[in-house]
């Protein structure tokens, strides 16, 4: 009995293993081939990638913008005998990441203590690269120049090199809010931020090739294993609508003008309304995209789609046009009102010079500038019309422009609207705009009414096809009739209004100026102001639209003596670009 119960039990024990090792060769053989099949071709694979060439970006008349050249990655590999990480690194460090010289550099970079800040940052970086053993190939700075790869040499340091590509810009830093510029993701890869090269960074960067091929135990080719090639393909170029006579000639412009007028920054944007090409684009103070990292993040935004601000009297023309639209006033309409300071709710409100014209016609309301009048025209077109024009005209909404950092500023809803703020916003205050807004907007009044999306690219060309971007239009938003009209008040206040001895004479300019109070701590600053000019020429048959913006000029707090200047200035130019021959009789 004891043997036989000694024997049953060997036997189910041998039962029992075979079960087992049954159980986990099917869970290897079935279950888990697809993963062990993957680790086994990991481990006898080699994997390597292609970089593909990012498309450059050109002017409109083909000339680069922002090119390619040849760049190195930087690497060392790690031997019995290497020196300190410590001293490696504080070797290395100011070389790649601070190539250039810091001395008589301009106030918008970094100041020479915060570059010192980034050295000593990225030598900690590298110090804790080269002491992890765990690696054997250390990188140590990717897109390097010829001068940065000869620094590296003649350290001493047995430093090696491949082959790279590296963003060139031969305008230097003309537009370097419009193009963006070329950072890492968390793997390494080359992505494109802010402007052109974040909105386009699909069609830029292409596509890397992958070459698999099997290696051996010495982790060398095997020649007739298996091996698989995946093609590179390159990113496509982009043509932009940008002219690189005008954008050189509006930057010199507007450096000129914020030394002469004392402002903080400034922005000029030159579009034709009729197919919404940004023809030129500057912001002031900028930043170089070849060394971004040297500058404050803030610069790297473009002011003109990421920046919001009260409009003040520029936006003038767009209730108005409304108005006229819905014909509750017409040209002539005499202005009740205007004879002195008008009280709204708690509030009252004056003219901006604190005089006032009984019986003005609103369109001596616009001449004028008059915001009492302004007042009027609102309480005759009221909320329930104003904010569906509002809407068409694209406020609350993105312009469509093809760059990465355009934004919706923040805003009350439609219900949350009360009829004060329906008397501000008639003369621009109480709400925030975008520059490009402005621009699309009065560019639809240019266009007969039509409303254009504005678009810095003209064509996007790959290696077997060009697109050629259409013009995009958002609907008709007033009358050809009601365009007409305010056209015509806006050429009278170009002639005739407070900045009539900046216009250029000869021409037919529609314009508007505008001056904003700066809300500061949730009041308006007596000393303060945003100062803008928006028009475009020549009346009739507009070749341009013209945005010029001026962030508290220091020499005046009136548009008509800082921005209109510049803008008449730059107008002066843009006719002449043209080929519009003045008329003396204008």
């Known amino acids: 009995m004891t043997g036989g119960w000694r024997l049953a039990v060997l036997s189910w024990s041998f039962l029992l293993a075979a079960g087992l090792l049954l159980g986990k060769l099917f869970y290897w053989q079935v279950l888990s081939s697809d993963r062990l099949l993957a680790l086994a071709q990991a481990q006898q694979q080699t994997t390597i990638e292609l970089p593909a060439r990012r498309g450059e970006i050109l002017f409109s008349d083909g000339s680069p913008l922002v090119a390619n050249q040849p760049g190195y990655l930087a690497y060392l590999i790690r031997e019995d005998d290497t020196d300190k990480p410590e001293a490696i690194a504080e070797t290395l460090a100011p070389i790649v990441f601070n190539s250039l010289t810091i001395s008589a550099t301009p106030s918008s970079q970094l100041s020479l203590s915060a570059v010192n800040e980034l050295i000593k940052a990225a030598a900690a970086a590298l110090t804790e690269r080269l002491a992890d053993l765990n690696f054997k190939w250390i990188p140590i700075g ?76 010495f982790n060398q080719p095997i020649l007739i294993g298996s091996y698989a090639l995946q093609e590179k393909k390159d990113g496509r170029q982009l043509t932009l609508n940008l002219n690189k006579g005008l954008q050189f000639m509006v930057e010199k412009r507007l450096k000129k003008a914020l030394d002469q007028y004392g402002a903080k920054a400034g922005s000029v944007t030159v579009m034709d309304p009729k197919t919404g090409a940004v023809l030129a684009m500057a912001s002031l103070p900028s930043f170089d995209a070849a060394e971004f990292n040297r500058y404050d993040p803030s610069l ?239 009346a009739d048959n507009p070749k341009f639209v013209m945005l010029v913006t001026l962030k508290e000029p220091s020499s005046s707090p009136w548009a008509s003596e800082t921005a209109a200047p510049l803008w008449f200035q730059i107008s002066q130019e843009l006719l002449n670009h043209f080929n519009v021959v003045p008329n003396p009789n204008r």
């Open 142 to 217: 990717r897109k390097l120049n010829s001068a940065q790869k000869a620094k590296l040499e003649a350290t001493g340091y047995k430093i090696y090199f491949e082959d790279d590509q590296s963003r060139f810009y031969p305008e230097a830093s003309m537009a370097a809010h419009l193009t963006g510029f070329i950072g890492s993701n968390e793997k390494g890869t080359d992505l494109g931020y802010g402007g052109l090269e974040g909105y386009y960074q699909q069609d830029l960067a292409g596509r890397p090739g992958i070459v698999r091929q099997e290696k051996d135990a």
């Open 300 to 538: 790297y935004l473009n002011p003109v789609v990421a920046e919001a601000f009260e409009p003040g009297s520029i936006f003038k023309v767009i209730i108005m046009a409304s108005a006229l639209d819905v014909q509750v006033v017409e040209p002539d309409t005499i202005c009740d009102i205007c004879s002195g300071p008008v009280k709204v709710d708690k509030y009252t409100i004056n003219t901006w010079n604190d005089e006032y014209r009984p019986n003005s016609t609103v369109t001596d309301v616009i001449i004028n500038s008059d915001n009492v009048g302004m007042v009027f025209v609102g309480q005759k077109l009221g909320l329930d019309k104003f904010l569906p024009y509002y809407h068409k005209f694209g406020f609350g909404d993105k312009t469509g422009i093809d760059l990465q950092d355009e934004v919706v500023p923040a805003g009350r809803t439609d219900g949350q609207w009360t009829f004060v703020d329906m008397a501000t916003a008639s003369f621009g205050q109480g709400f925030v705009a975008t520059g490009m807004q402005l621009l699309a907007a009065v560019g639809a009044i240019a266009n007969d009414g039509e409303l254009i999306a504005p678009q810095v690219v003209k064509s996007v060309t790959g290696p077997d096809q060009q697109l050629i971007l259409p013009v995009k239009s958002k609907g008709q938003v007033v009358s050809k009739e009601a365009a007409d009209q305010i056209t015509a008040m806006m050429v009278a206040a170009a002639k005739t209004g407070e900045a009539k001895w900046t216009a250029v004479p000869g021409y037919n300019i529609a314009g508007k100026t505008g001056t904003a109070q700066v809300a500061v701590g949730g009041k308006y600053s007596s000393e303060k102001t945003n100062a803008s000019f928006i028009g475009f020429a020549p």
